[in-house]
């Protein structure tokens, strides 16, 4: 039995040889590093030729977020989603400037595309599979045209 060890380090110089990973997971990681293009770029050259990769980040286009979160109280999740609708209206909802604001899905996808030679926008997937109990709930959001503004997150997938 493989096990996981836990490393610090510099997302965008990895201290690994290449082609030293079957998959990478990168969960909400991405909008925290000051040079994403670097990371990825880091991502793929560790993962072995065939492996895959799956990543995911806040929705920039989001209405709301936080709803999910499991261990935050209500008050909490107002707070931030708060916070994120100021920084929006003072032109501060960037990475950046530390808000919390993630990808949109075009702007993940457009990265990725970049350094990956297959690229698979897996959010629509994602949250039909979160949602399995509310199948007519996802279909009607699916089929609105405003998903990508309720999907609170973005995630791909793909392979080296």
Known sequence: MKYAKL???DAAALEFEDNSFD???SYHALEHISEPRKALREMYRVLKKGGGYWIGTPNKSRLVGYIGGKNTSFAEKIHWNLADWKARLTG??????GAHAGFTA?????????????VNDMTETYFF?????????????AQSGFSRFIYPSVYFSGVK
Do not use: C, D, T, W
């Open 7 to 9: 490393r610090r380090g």
């Open 23 to 25: 998959f990478v997971f």
């Open 92 to 97: 501060k909802f960037q990475n950046e400037l």
């Open 106 to 118: 075009n702007e993940l996808h457009f990265l990725l595309s970049e350094v990956f030679p297959v």
């Open 129 to 141: 599979e979160i949602y399995a109990n509310r199948q007519m709930m996802m279909k009607l959001i």
